[in-house]
């Protein structure tokens, strides 16, 4: 079969004849799994992206749904046999189908190649034909619809001008006057654009024409978009008039990497599927350039990519390690002689991207090292965003033991006198998150309430939708913060804060920070009660299982295992849970009377005595670390 979303969602039988999908919310879920390329869609994603106020029985009629997709696609399927085309996984469905088989995976997969082989454009120009109107042009505008329909629409304008600029530079020009020209009219804001169009008039003999269309572009971006003309626009002009032969290649602009890192940018503040999409695309932008052998495209490409950081644990590890090899590989390749700004930048990437709790410490000491130098450099050249992307990074090497919350404060400071000075609403967002970090861990609920509401006000002009969702954690944990005072909620009231923050953040993108974060937030709950640890065997602990095992043990009486476990666990990583961890070592170390760890546990503590254990995370609490020393 084949499945088409760029224009009506539509699916159809191998003869051509068309599928019956039935009505505007079976094609919604159809649609959502298409967006989701064969990643799992949690059945409570679904419900969430097809209902702004979710019915009472939203579970089941998602599950109907699907039940009818999988009729009208497999009809053939014998009764109880497994489906092949929308399968179950874990708690969620996902679309298995090639990807050829449907249209916006072989459009990408079209842009991709022509991309890396400019003689396959011809195969881009079949992708582009494909397209009957806006992605998904009969599903709601849902957030995640809007955010796949822009991200699908910059593809294809990107595709219509790398097959224009390959087709010019081929001489195989004909037709494109005509079709530049209906797209610099339906889009009059891309240079790009017109660039071409004017090269397309030049070719055919049309001199004045190409200059009139350049004055027009001059027009139009200064009159409507407040745009000085770029370099290659000027270029081009400047050969016309001379009478530079129009048969050479034009090595004018490059769509490609560049476009691609500056979307992923955007795209990435976006949250959900479209932030996973972004840090795909960043990858291959810079693996792009890294082909082309060309060292400084590629340290532009990778410092085009300054997206705040909050979170001292990567969502994809082994990504994140490629780009610091990249960024690494290219100052070794630029040398000492590089412009200051492009070694802030790479270095400044290097600390971002060195995530603290996945590191060794060989690679710790080279990130942290890298973070200060970048500092250094940035302040020398006073320019502010780049100083305040360089202390995003000395921000995330701020945890080397517990007890600094004070010195991270200060950083949070200094990006938000930057980022308030010189309009930079991204780095107001994430300075606003780090202070609430701070006082939540040393206790200010107020003070950090009040950061909340700050990151709250510029998330909501600046659409950051990642920021509720974070500043919903925080919520949750000063509800179970208060659980433990007289008349304060209950502790179930204090659970289900929990449970419906981590239904908010399963869906964000972020799995670096998701995994292991509410059984975490639920044994420290348990703990502020005196109560034994969740024993649910379907709790997935993440990366917090060494720390919170000899507690599971404990709470099932099995101390002989709780001992072996105990003694396993590694030292805890230095990062957002540290103080937690480590809190958690002292409490079973003191518990299974194991005296050498509980004083090892207890001199790692003592800096961070009037903190609040698991707070810097400012999403839970385990309750003051001065108990557990206590």
Known sequence: MR????????????????????????????????????????????????????????????????????????????????????VTEGAGYALRLPREDVDAHRFQDALARARHSPGTVSGLGAALAAWHGPAYADVPDSPWALRERTRLEELRLEAVELRARVLLDAGQDTGLVAELGAHTDAHPGREPAWVLLARALHRAGRRADALATLRRARTLLADHHGLDPGADLQRLETDILNATPTTAPWTGPRLGPRTTVSLARTLALAGGDALVRSRHDRLAAVQDAQRADD??????IIAAYD???LWTRADDPDQSRTLVAAAEHTLTTLGPEAPADLRARLLATIAVESRPADLTPTELDRARQAALEAEALARDLADPALLAFALNGVFLHAFTRPGLAPARDRIG???????????????????????????????????????????????????????????????????????????????ATAASHYRAADNALRTAGMPGLHRGLLPLALLGLRLLHDRPAPTD???????????????ILLAQGRDTQARTALEAAPEPPPDHMQEALWCLTAHAAARLDRPALTARAAAALHGARAEHAGAASGMLTLGPVARYLN
Not at 12 to 39: K, M, N, Y
Not at 60 to 69: C, D, K
Not at 434 to 459: F, N, T, V, W
């Open 537 to 551: 065997p379907h709790l997935d602990w993440g990366p917090y299982r060494p720390w919170a095992q000899p507690h």
């Open 307 to 309: 997206v705040p950081a």
């Open 413 to 491: 400071a200094e990006i938000l006198d930057l980022a308030t000075r010189h309009d930079l609403d991204d780095y107001a967002v994430l300075a606003h998150l780090i202070r609430l970090q701070s006082a939540s861990a040393l206790g200010d609920l107020d003070a950090a309430s009040a950061h909340a509401r700050a990151a709250e006000a510029i998330a909501a002009t600046a659409e950051a939708p990642l920021v509720p969702v974070l500043t919903q954690w925080f919520r949750a944990r000063t509800t179970a913060a208060r659980s433990a005072e007289p008349g304060g909620p209950t502790p």
């Open 3 to 86: 499945i088409e979303v760029l224009g009506a969602v539509r699916a159809f039988h191998d003869d051509g004849s068309p599928i019956e999908l039935g009505g505007p919310r079976h094609r919604e879920v159809l649609a959502r799994l298409v967006a989701a390329e064969g990643r799992i869609v949690a059945t409570g994603t679904l419900v969430d992206d097809l209902w702004a106020d979710p019915p009472a029985r939203a579970v089941g009629a998602v599950r109907t749904f699907v039940a009818a997709l999988r009729r009208a696609l497999e009809p053939d399927r014998p009764p109880r046999t497994p489906p092949h085309v929308i």
């Open 295 to 300: 060292p400084v495209l590629t340290a532009r």
